[in-house]
């Protein structure tokens, strides 16, 4: 015989419904805090509960983004933000180097593999061990 669960309270229901509710807006709100973290984004959030409460979120200030969106203006840059900026332009151009000075490196062994080939070409047919190792014979190896 299976049971007949009675149906929920109106009362019991918005309790569910501002519980669920208060759960994914601290998970939006720590979101968009590791988004600003990681990022440097600014960033602004209203949420508005079942029961017509207003939450916020907002990085630097919500009432600081807001405005700046309303009016257009620039973002105003902190003095910590520009050292994060610089400092993450400084790896940039590090890791540019890095990745020329990689590349050239690689050109370099390419035409010396590629000069090595010529040179050994014809001496191939002349002594065994010249040879590709994949055609050689047990005793040859």
């Known amino acids: 015989m299976a049971k007949i669960g009675r149906p929920l ?6 309790f569910n419904l501002q519980v669920t509710f208060s759960n994914r807006r601290n998970g939006i709100f720590n979101k968009a805090s590791e988004l600003c973290t990681l990022c440097a984004a600014e960033v602004a959030i209203i949420t508005f509960s079942p029961g017509n409460q207003v939450y916020s979120f907002g990085h630097s200030s919500g009432n600081d983004v807001i405005n700046r969106i309303l009016t257009g203006a620039q973002p105003q840059t902190s003095s910590a933000r520009q050292v994060i900026e610089a400092h993450h332009n400084a790896i940039v151009r590090n890791l540019i ?3 020329t000075q990689s590349s050239e490196l690689l050109d370099e062994e390419k035409k010396l593999s590629k000069d090595m080939n010529m040179l050994l070409k014809p001496t191939q047919g002349q002594f065994w061990w010249a040879g590709p190792i994949d055609e050689m014979s047990k005793p040859q190896l």
């Open 9 to 14: 309270s109106a009362e019991r229901s918005k």
């Open 97 to 99: 180097a890095q990745l």
